[in-house]
Each structure stands twice: as structure tokens, then as C-alpha cells.
């Protein structure tokens, strides 16, 4: 017996020494805000994967940066305010993100008369070093003009006794933790949250030192990893998180009460739009860093493609992949033969952008790929169908293709644009050429979809896109369409003088990548080699192909250009507080049309522009959250140039920085914009949907008020298009999924929140299933559910018309059906109840 004792713990010793022995080290004193890393090491997801981690205490003078970069802690947790330090050359690489906003705020007690960000000056305020340096609170002082110097500095106690007995009059807090405490004492509090002034930025970032990273992939993957599944398994199992870290990592000494409304409050701010922990969006790094560049604390670029891990870790070869590329490592590639300044045959040799991709994934994957010429495109893709050839380098259409190839993701997007010759005016819209001949390039798949979408379009096709341009400069036909990149390099090398881009149409020409049907395994390889080329490599490619020459001097005509933009935006933003407006005024409008509902022939519009109004009022609110930080950006931006231009201190690059900041934020005010343009449309038009861009329109809508009820959107969506009116479907489903978001806020904070979206297609119809778990609709008064100003919801919440409209539509305008029923499902072993809404649609509106 005590031999095998002795043997259990020398194995235990082995296994021990096995476990590579890493830090973190926190940026804040131990509470909740942890708990995923706590849980991660207490529940042994570390050492699963080989980590022995270690937790660095924060203390007030810790420089949290300093610990990672002088490897004195292996990992950190930070601010956004990393971007500004890699720009100032720390050799750190990011790789998640806990919080997706930051929850750092400055605090003051509710009856200190301070009441704006001017009341601060002269005041203490209590604030760690590092925090000092945290950008979004920076960004939030210099959007109100105001200097943080004129507040006194004092070393943080992390006490809010300090606020009560008036050691300070403002404090460094989290809205997850102070709040809460000084509520607990009987005190309300003031918050200035840089969220409000339209700084939405990231927290708890983990970061590690560059050179680390490379040499250690797999250990940062590991601890990536192990630690979201710590997170994962706090928020599954909160109340038992809370006991971990009240017993363990509890210095603060908080009630269970304080640290079950941090989780709670931190539950609000750690998900994505998917539902997801830990991820980083580029997008949202972008308008990070545009903010950050603005307002000057940024001076060198960064490339964001390889400063994120995040990323990377997606584009990690599995098991199976690696040893398929250990038994085979030679492929051949076939191509289009004239597509250029994307690819082209000449001597036998492949040639253009895509020929630098490939060069590069033979080198990463260090594999050998051979061209291999064919007569034409058509050749190409029997010679990968039939398997005498490896990969086909271009695909624009997957379109009932799926039997025959495997795809990668789209690895090139233009957009699609007319050219015409110098002398005719902008474009704004394709449908107003009805009258004129347009040219195409024959055979070209994204042609087709060109055709298909405007059919009162005279069309005319040519062979190639040379042709197509030479008609343009003769006269015999109006304009051309084709890629952006395609049009370019055309008019570069051939039509320099002649022709011009003078539009764009809502298409885009997508290339993939593609293999046989039988061979997925190098598809997946492929997409993740592609993934894995970085922002510059890929600029580096475009340039080799396409020069593009820009004046460096100030144009006055683009600075007028300028400012009647930004009179347009907010001309906008006019139009759309109208549309608020005209939504309260719902409530008269119902009055005055509930006498003749029954009789009344306009009962219906009068009803749909309801419905329309009360949908709007949701995307309204969507709106404004989106808008708030490029906002900001514009107006930060704005106001430096004019500071710099009344001090003569304004150079050419800070204005040309100014202005492709404004542009990049317009450009994604432009996009909420083109969609509530779109909805606002009053044409009953059919045209060709795809299913899957539909319901992501409506969920980029509604996401943020979604995510703000922690609601969780499982989509089951098969790949297709369809006949139909778009806005009125768009319209039919959002009244659905608001009608399901106010059904799901009835239920506890603990309890998880779903909506389901199943679609699919039979022979006959569309099928649409819409349902959630709020235990569904009560038997009495299921069947009234469709009724005119039936409703549950209390009159400031609803009118009762939505459903109403959405049957009319359905019925009416949409020639299907639709009804709901109480629906019994199992999701994650778990049973659940709920209401779920049926609709049939018909596959060709046409035909009906």
C-alpha cells in the first residue's frame, strides 16, 4: 500500500513538471470582473491544456504594460489604450477581448452639484496611474474641450468611503462595482461614462510581448482558449462563480450581493452581436483607432491584421490538415486567362494579383503549386470538376455549384461600377438608363446577376471588357459595368482621357476559390492561407498591378465637397428625428381610424404605416447607438482642423488624415443610412433576395437593442434566392423577432434567452420558422394574437398592430400564410417552451 501511495505521487510530481508555468497580470484589484481567469485555473480548463498560471496582483503604481513588455508577466489585461502604445512602437501583440465595451467611468456622488464634464475642473479625482492614460477617458475629456489638467491627480484607495467622507470628489470606477457599493451605503451617484459622449471602446484586452507570441503560438492559443472557457463556464453557472471568488478573491471583502450585481452588470458587456466571448471586430478596431489618430495620439500606423492574434488563431491548420499537407506536396492551379489585374495567361504563365496570393501561400504552407494553362475559363472549371486539376484560382457564382466544388471564403470584393465616356454626368442610380444600351462582358457569371436584377435594362454583351470600353469611347453604347479593380486597370493601360467611373450599382463582384467536391480538406486549407495574408501584403499586391496616382495639394473644391457632405449627413439626421417625431404621434392616429376599422377600405395602409412608424421608432433607437462614435470622430475631427487652421498650423497631411477619417466614418454612417433608406421605401417591388442578406439586414438592425436584453439569435438558413418584396418581408420579420425580444424580457436575468430563425426551402414554398423559449402565448388568447389592437404589452410599449400587419402583408402582398402555435423544443439538453411563427411563401411570386 505504501508503495502504490508513493507511485501516485510521483506520478502527480511528473505530471506536475509537465505544465509550463505562465503569469497574468491584472489590471485592477481582484473581483468578478476575473472571475473566467479565476474559474479557468480553479476548474483546471489551464492545466488541460499544459498551463500552470499564475495571477499578478494589481497595485496602484503597476504599470501593467511595463510588466508584459519587460517580461516580467507573460500575459496582460489592458485598454484599448494599447493601440496608442503599439503605435508608439511597444513590441505587444492583442489576441480578445473580455469586455466589448469598457465599463470604466469617472464617479462623483449625486449631490455633489457636479453635473457636466466643465464641473470637473478644479475638483480631486482619485484615478490609479494607469488608468490616467486610458484613452476613452482621454477621448471623453477632449470631446468637451476640457483639460485634464485642471483636475488635481490623487493616488486611488480604491474606497469609496473616500467619495462619502469627501477625501475626493470623484473617483476612477467601474459601472459593474462602485455604484452598487455607494447604493449599499445609501448613496445615489453621478456617472460620466465615455460610452455616453460616444467612445464605445474594448477592455480587459489580453495582450502579450510580440516576440513571445511568435515563438509560443501554441501557448497563447492554449491560454486563449482555456480562459474564454472559464468565462463561459462563470456565466453558465453564476451563482457558483460568485462563491469562488467571494471565498478566494475577495481583498475588497464584498458582499455576495455586490458581487452578484458586478456579474450581472458584466454579463450586459461581455457578449458579441453572435453571443460570442473574447472576440475582436475589425471594424470596431478601425473606428478605435480613427478616434485615437483624430485626436492626435496616434502618430505611426499600425497594421491591425497582425497586432490582433485573435484572428490568426481561426487560420491554425488542425491535425488533419497537417497531415494531409505531410502526404501531398505539390498541386496544380488552373485559372481565367484574361481577367486581369486580377489573373491572365501570357507565354504560358500565370500573371496578377492572384498570382502574388498563390506565391505567397506556397511559400506559408510550403507547398509547391503549378499552373496550368487552358484556352479559357470554361476549361479551367471542367478540368477541377473532372479532377484533373487541382484548384481553380477564380469563381464568381456558387450558385448550384455546390455539387461540384468546395469554396474558400471570398478572398477579393469590388464593387461593381459604370463607366462612360468624360462627358456624361454621375450616376446615381442604373435604373434611370432605361432608355440607352449598357455593356457586359459575355459569359461573365456576375453578368447574369447584373441582368436578372435590372431586367428593363437594354443590355448589350461583348467578349471582354476591352471591347466593352471601345463601344463606351465611340458612342455605341451608353456606359459599361464591371468591377471596380477591372475597370481601372483598363482605363489605366487603354482609355486614359476617354473614360470615366461616373457610378457604382449595389453589386459586387466576390471571387472564391475552389476545389472538387471530393476534396474539402484543401478547400479548408486553402481558406485559411488566404485568411492569413495580412492587410499590407495584400495593398502591396493591388499596387504591383494597379498605380493609382493621388495630387498632394489642397483642393478647395474637395473641401467644399467636404462640407456639403457633412450638411447632407446632418440633413439627414433632420430627417430621420422627423420620423421620431412622427411616431409619437401613433397613439392620435390610432384614435382616429378605430371607429371605421371594420368599414373602412384604407384601413390597411393607414394600419402598415403604422406598423412601418413603430418599426422605425426600433430602428431609430439602433441608429443613434451606431452613429455616437463616428459622430464623435467627425466632430473631434472637425474641430482640430479648425484649431490648427486659426493657429497656421495646418499641413497638408493633417488635413488629407482629417479628411480619410471623415471619410471612413461617413462611409459607415452611409451604410445605417442606405438601410433605413431602404426600409422607408414606399414601391411594392419584386426582386431577387437572398435569403441569408435579408435576415442579416434585419439583425443588423435590431442586434443592438437584442444584445442590450441579452437575447442569443440561433439562425438555421439555407443558402438561396428568391422572388419576393423585400420590405415587406423585412418589415414581416422584424415585428416577429420585437415581438419575441418583448416576450423574452419577462423572463429572469439568469434564465438564457433565445430566439430561433429556421428557413428553408421545399419544392413549393418558402418555409419560415420563427420561435423562442418565453414559454409561449397563453391558450385563451393565442388565437386573437393576429387581431387589430390585440396586444399584451402595456400601451407605451406596443399599439397591437404590428401582427395585425404582418398577417396583411403575408396574406395580402406576399400571396403565403402564417400562424403560430406553442411549441415544445429541446436546445442543449434543455427542454423549453415557446411561441413560434409559421410562414409559408410561395418560391416565385411571379408565378402566383
Not at 498570382?355 to 472549371?381: A, M, Q, R
Not at 456606359?479 to 489605366?492: R, T
Not at 452613429?627 to 499641413?651: A, D, V, Y
Not at 438564457?752 to 421545399?762: A, D, H
Amino acid at each position: 500500500m505504501k508503495k502504490i501511495f508513493i507511485l501516485i505521487l510521483l506520478f502527480k510530481y511528473l505530471y506536475s513538471t509537465d505544465l509550463q508555468k505562465v503569469s497574468l497580470q491584472l489590471m485592477w484589484l481582484d473581483q468578478f470582473q476575473f472571475a473566467g481567469f479565476y474559474i479557468a485555473k480553479e476548474k483546471g480548463f489551464y492545466q488541460k491544456v499544459g498551463l500552470d498560471v499564475e495571477f499578478k496582483k494589481f497595485q496602484n503604481e503597476t504599470n501593467v504594460l511595463q510588466e508584459v513588455t519587460q517580461n516580467r508577466a507573460t500575459f496582460g489585461l489592458a485598454s484599448s489604450s494599447l493601440i496608442v502604445h503599439k503605435s508608439n512602437g511597444a513590441d505587444i501583440s492583442i489576441f480578445g477581448a473580455i469586455f466589448q465595451t469598457s465599463p470604466l467611468v469617472i464617479l462623483a456622488l449625486k449631490n455633489s452639484n457636479i453635473d457636466s464634464i466643465k464641473d470637473l475642473k478644479d475638483k480631486n479625482l482619485m484615478i490609479a496611474d494607469e488608468q490616467l492614460y486610458f484613452a476613452n477617458l482621454q477621448a471623453m475629456f477632449s470631446s468637451q474641450n476640457f483639460d485634464i489638467k485642471s483636475v488635481k491627480l490623487i493616488p486611488h484607495s480604491f474606497n469609496v468611503d473616500d467619495l462619502i467622507n469627501k477625501k475626493t470628489d470623484l473617483m476612477a470606477s467601474y459601472t459593474t462595482n462602485e455604484p452598487f457599493l455607494l447604493k449599499e451605503k445609501g448613496y445615489e451617484s453621478k456617472i460620466f461614462y465615455p460610452k455616453d459622449y460616444g467612445f464605445d471602446f474594448y477592455e480587459n484586452i489580453m495582450f502579450t510581448n510580440s516576440e513571445f507570441a511568435e515563438k509560443n503560438p501554441k501557448i497563447v492559443y492554449d491560454f486563449y482558449k482555456a480562459s474564454i472557457d472559464g468565462w463561459k463556464w462563470a456565466f453558465e453557472n453564476i451563482e457558483k462563480s460568485v462563491d469562488i471568488v467571494f471565498e478566494k478573491y475577495n481583498p475588497l471583502n464584498k458582499s455576495k450581493e455586490a458581487l452578484l450585481f458586478e456579474a450581472n452588470e458584466i454579463k450586459k458587456i461581455i457578449f458579441d452581436k453572435n453571443g460570442d466571448i473574447g472576440t475582436i471586430s475589425n471594424e470596431k478596431m478601425n473606428l478605435i483607432l480613427n478616434t485615437y489618430k483624430v485626436m492626435g495620439l496616434i502618430k505611426n500606423d499600425i497594421d491591425l491584421k497582425s497586432f490582433v492574434l485573435h484572428n490568426s488563431f481561426q487560420n491554425e491548420l488542425n491535425s488533419e490538415e497537417k497531415e494531409y499537407l505531410k502526404t501531398k506536396k505539390s498541386f496544380t492551379y488552373c485559372s481565367h486567362n484574361d481577367l486581369m489585374p486580377f489573373e491572365a495567361t501570357l507565354n504560358n504563365k500565370h500573371i496578377g494579383i492572384i498570382e502574388e496570393y498563390l506565391v505567397e501561400i506556397s511559400k506559408n504552407l510550403d507547398i509547391e503549386l503549378n499552373f496550368v494553362p487552358t484556352l479559357n475559363w470554361h476549361e479551367s472549371f471542367e478540368k477541377v470538376v473532372e479532377n484533373k486539376c487541382d484548384i481553380l484560382t477564380t469563381i464568381a457564382d456558387k450558385k448550384n455549384r455546390e455539387k461540384l466544388f468546395n469554396f474558400t471564403n471570398p478572398y477579393l470584393d469590388f464593387p461593381f461600377v459604370i463607366a462612360t465616356d468624360i462627358s456624361k454626368p454621375f450616376i446615381e442610380d442604373l435604373k434611370t438608363l432605361k432608355r440607352v444600351k449598357i455593356a457586359l462582358v459575355k459569359d461573365f457569371a456576375t453578368s447574369n446577376i447584373i441582368k436578372n436584377r435590372y431586367k428593363n435594362i437594354n443590355f448589350v454583351e461583348y467578349p471582354n471588357l476591352y471591347e466593352a470600353l471601345e463601344a463606351v469611347r465611340k458612342g455605341e453604347v451608353y456606359a459599361a459595368i464591371d468591377s471596380l479593380a477591372v475597370i481601372g486597370y483598363e482605363i489605366q493601360n487603354h482609355f486614359v482621357g476617354d473614360i470615366k467611373v461616373s457610378g457604382k450599382i449595389d453589386e459586387n463582384l466576390k471571387l472564391y476559390m475552389a476545389t472538387n467536391i471530393e476534396n474539402k480538406t484543401l478547400a479548408s486549407i486553402l481558406d485559411k492561407a488566404l485568411n492569413s495574408i495580412n492587410e499590407n501584403q495584400k495593398h502591396e499586391f493591388f499596387n504591383k498591378w494597379v498605380y493609382i496616382n493621388y495630387q498632394n495639394s489642397i483642393d478647395k473644391d474637395a473641401v467644399l465637397k467636404l462640407f456639403i457632405l457633412i450638411l447632407a449627413i446632418f440633413f439627414i439626421l433632420a430627417i430621420i428625428y422627423r420620423a421620431y417625431l412622427l411616431k409619437k404621434t401613433n397613439q392620435e392616429l390610432e384614435n382616429r381610424v378605430a371607429f371605421e376599422i371594420k368599414q373602412n377600405e384604407e384601413k390597411n395602409g393607414i394600419l402598415l404605416q403604422q406598423s412601418k412608424m413603430a418599426a422605425m421608432g426600433e430602428m431609430l433607437e439602433n441608429i443613434a447607438h451606431q452613429w455616437r462614435q463616428p459622430l464623435s470622430t467627425i466632430g473631434i475631427c472637425t474641430s482640430g482642423m479648425e484649431l490648427k487652421k486659426n493657429l497656421n498650423m495646418l499641413e497638408d497631411k493633417d488635413f488629407y488624415d482629417s479628411i480619410n477619417h471623415i471619410k471612413s466614418s461617413v462611409l459607415y454612417l452611409s451604410n445605417t443610412i442606405e438601410d433605413f433608406r431602404s426600409f422607408l421605401d414606399k414601391d411594392k417591388v419584386l426582386s431577387n433576395v437572398n435569403i441569408n442578406h435579408l435576415v442579416q439586414k434585419v439583425l443588423d438592425i435590431l442586434n443592438p437593442s437584442l444584445q442590450s436584453h441579452h437575447i442569443e439569435v440561433i439562425k438555421n438558413i439555407d443558402d438561396f434566392e428568391f422572388s419576393t418584396i423585400e420590405n415587406d418581408l423585412i418589415q414581416i420579420l422584424m415585428n416577429i423577432i420585437t415581438n419575441a425580444k418583448d416576450a423574452l424580457k419577462d423572463l429572469k436575468d439568469e434564465e438564457p434567452r433565445y430566439i430561433f430563425i429556421n428557413i428553408s426551402k421545399n419544392q413549393k414554398n418558402i418555409v419560415i420558422e420563427i420561435f423562442d423559449n418565453a414559454m409561449g402565448i397563453k391558450d385563451e388568447i393565442i388565437s386573437r394574437v393576429f387581431e387589430p389592437y390585440f396586444t399584451t404589452k402595456h400601451k407605451s410599449q406596443g399599439t397591437g398592430i404590428g401582427l395585425y400587419m404582418s398577417k396583411i402583408l403575408v396574406d395580402n402582398n406576399l400571396k403565403g400564410t402564417i400562424f403560430v402555435e406553442n411549441y415544445k423544443f429541446l436546445y442543449n439538453n434543455i427542454d423549453y417552451k415557446g411561441a413560434k411563427f409559421n410562414i409559408l411563401l410561395p418560391i416565385n411570386l411571379d408565378k402566383k
